[in-house]
């Protein structure tokens, strides 16, 4: 159903406000041919989309990765991720991508073996465990912030590196009780390699070649895969030895979890390369994307003047609070980190393939259909938002938020493979914008418009160059 909303806004001197109507590629008007897709399937998937793929609710049709059903149907949506989630599996193409680093991880896995590591798993993300991660959320917020108001004013700073930077560290201090050992930004640039290695697609997988064949993707990812696995062996190790001497209140996170899972039933536990896999998946899914959350909430706030001014009053009121309950009255910045994930969503396509044939839409799909949702898509969709490419965080205030349907926002997924961090990475969002907009003011340089770019994850091209200006001084004082 299409949200209808009063958008009177203003600007905090009580006039009314310009819509904002944030960069993005303009949609094809027709669809690619072969060798423009392949093109811009390497370059950046989301400006393949066609007019059509924005205005209707399914298009069916053979494409260069084989038949595809691209869905922007709530009610078909919802088939696929809940109702008969079971004759669906990740892709090839997915797996193919994802596999040589991930495959034995929660991410890629199916059916039994996916099950008992995500029971494995859930312990660390039930609200109540989320909630005892705000002080070293808060804590890692502050530290960075404090790090930026000892620089002078206008000192230019690339906010996307800056982000990703924190929520790596905020992972470090709260999954892994004793940190990531190496040097963080060792770590992050080895996860933004992959990323960017194997975001930018393999012809010879979107061709569908033999997995024999060798992809230069994956030999350049190897390095980046090397590292990282070197790193999570070092911790593995360094763990096994503290649990083996029986290291008295060793908080219970992420390693120790893996590494003394066991299947209810047959007892048997994770093996040691399905526990290295799930610690670089979960360094993976969980920096960069609230990261990029993060990067495009504060860009938009930097073109709004009148939702800057709110989340700065917000922050005011909300941060001398204690910090468990910190995040539940930030409710304009979750508006706003809401509102920044519709527009720029850090995953910005789900592909699903048909284990038999189902019937979505209306339409019947095929055995081996890759169904695809794209949040790129499906979030400024015109059948199902009003106004879809215009910033407005009223959408997601309390009164209006309940109406937008389900499975039209899904910024993290649906279904039984929701994203098992998303309340975790709502309130780290949450707690890091409310620190930075109290402290400072971010400017984009005049004339600076960003381009997203999928790669995995939507990312601003290039990074995000902004101008710090300071708000509070360090003793505490807003300046005005
Ligand atoms: C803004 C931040 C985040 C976004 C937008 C996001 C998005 C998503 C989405 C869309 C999925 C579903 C993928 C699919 O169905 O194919 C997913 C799955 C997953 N996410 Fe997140 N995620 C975020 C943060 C996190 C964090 C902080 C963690 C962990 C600390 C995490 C761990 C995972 C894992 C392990 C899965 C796989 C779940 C499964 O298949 O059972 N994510 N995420």
Redesign the pocket.
């Given at each position: 159903m299409r949200q209808s909303i009063n958008r009177a806004t203003h600007t905090p001197s009580g006039q009314a406000s310009k819509p904002l109507y944030p960069p993005a590629p303009r949609p094809q008007k027709a669809p690619l041919g072969p060798f423009t897709m392949l093109r811009l399937l390497r370059r950046n998937p989301i400006e393949t989309w066609t007019e059509a793929h924005f205005q209707l609710p399914i298009l069916i049709g053979p494409t260069i990765l084989g038949q595809v059903a691209v869905l922007n149907d709530p009610a078909a949506i919802r088939r696929v991720f809940v109702d008969n989630a079971s004759n669906y599996h990740?892709d090839r193409l997915q797996k193919r991508i994802l596999g040589p680093g991930l495959g034995q991880s929660?991410?890629i896995a199916e059916d039994a073996d996916?099950r008992l590591q995500?029971r494995i798993?859930a312990p660390l993300f039930t609200p109540k465990t989320v909630a005892t991660f705000a002080k070293a959320t808060q804590e890692c917020a502050s530290e960075m912030v404090a790090r930026w108001q000892r620089l002078p004013e206008e000192s230019p700073l690339d906010i996307h590196q800056e982000m990703t930077k924190i929520t790596l560290e905020i992972?470090g201090r709260t999954?892994f009780a004793d940190g990531l050992d190496r040097r963080p930004e060792e770590v992050t640039a080895a996860m933004t390699r992959y990323f960017e290695t194997i975001g930018s697609l393999d012809p010879f997988d979107l061709l569908d070649l033999p997995n024999w064949l060798p992809r230069w993707n994956q030999w350049r990812a190897k390095s980046a895969l090397d590292f990282l696995g070197d790193t999570v062996s070092a911790l593995i190790s360094r763990r096994k030895r503290l649990l083996a001497r029986g290291v008295p209140n060793l908080q219970r996170d992420l390693l120790t979890l893996l590494l003394e899972a066991e299947d209810p039933e047959t007892g048997v536990g994770l093996t040691e390369t399905e526990v290295q896999a799930n610690i670089v998946?979960?360094i993976g899914?969980?920096h960069e994307?609230?990261a990029n959350?993060l990067t495009w909430s504060l860009y938009l706030l930097s073109l709004s003047e009148e939702w800057r001014a709110r989340l700065a009053a917000e922050a005011d009121r909300v941060l001398d609070m204690p910090v468990e309950s910190q995040a539940e009255h930030l409710i304009e910045t979750r508006a706003v980190i809401e509102e920044a994930?519709r527009l720029y969503?850090?995953?910005a396509s789900?592909s699903r393939e048909a284990l038999d044939y189902d019937d979505l839409a209306g339409r019947r799909i095929r055995k081996g259909t890759v169904v695809m949702v794209s949040q790129w898509v499906l979030h400024r969709h015109r059948l199902l938002w009003e106004d879809p490419d215009r910033f407005d965080p009223t959408r997601f205030l309390p009164g209006q938020r309940e109406k937008i349907d389900r499975f039209a926002y899904?910024?993290?997924?649906a279904g039984p493979?929701?994203?098992?961090?998303?309340g975790?990475?709502m309130q780290?969002?949450t707690l890091v914008l409310a620190q930075i907009l109290r402290a400072v003011r971010l400017e984009t340089k005049k004339g600076f418009k960003a381009e997203p770019v999928q790669h995995i994850t939507l990312r601003p091209r290039g990074g995000m160059p902004m101008i710090l200006h300071h708000r509070l001084q360090r003793h505490g004082k807003i300046r005005h």
């Open positions: 990740k929660v991410l996916w995500r798993l992972l999954l998946a979960f899914a969980g994307t609230t959350a994930m969503p850090p995953v789900l899904l910024p993290f997924g493979r929701v994203c098992i961090g998303a975790f990475a780290e969002a």
